[in-house]
């Protein structure tokens, strides 16, 4: 069992940056792919980015590509994401998730493993 703890969200300026971690209990955490989900109210659970377990390939939604940077440490057993030119759009609950099979890499019911979510507000 893989525990996921998201920290780093705030309330941010529109323009600003935020630097999301995800740190895992697990010393396995090299073994899983990793994704960020984000969910805003009354909207669905959407994909922002993933990474996979060697950190070789990252995979972005179009609404943040050219924005926001994944990557991991997995000495550290952390996964990053780094959110610059952040819009008002991107107010969201953001979660970490971990897999260890996900074909697609976007699709959320392939992630086994999820954090409790830390919410990121970017005001106008």
């Known amino acids: 069992q893989v525990q996921l703890v998201e920290s780093g969200g705030g309330l941010v300026q529109a323009g600003g940056s935020l630097r999301l971690s995800c740190a895992a209990s697990?010393?396995?955490?090299?073994?899983?792919?990793m994704g960020w989900f984000r969910q805003a109210p009354g909207k669905e659970l959407e994909f922002v980015a993933a990474?996979?377990?060697?950190?070789?390939?990252?995979y972005y939604s179009d609404s943040v590509k050219g924005r926001f940077t994944i990557s991991r440490g997995n000495v550290a057993n952390t996964m990053y994401l780094q959110m610059n030119s952040l819009k008002p759009e991107d107010t969201a609950v953001y979660y970490c998730?971990?897999?260890?099979?996900?074909?697609?890499?976007?699709?959320?019911?392939?992630?086994?493993?999820w954090g409790q979510g830390t919410q990121v507000t970017v005001s106008s």
């Open positions: 990474i996979t377990w060697k950190g070789s390939t990252t």
């Open positions: 697990d010393r396995t955490f090299s073994n899983y792919h």
């Open positions: 998730a971990a897999g260890s099979v996900i074909p697609t890499m976007t699709r959320h019911d392939e992630y086994d493993y």
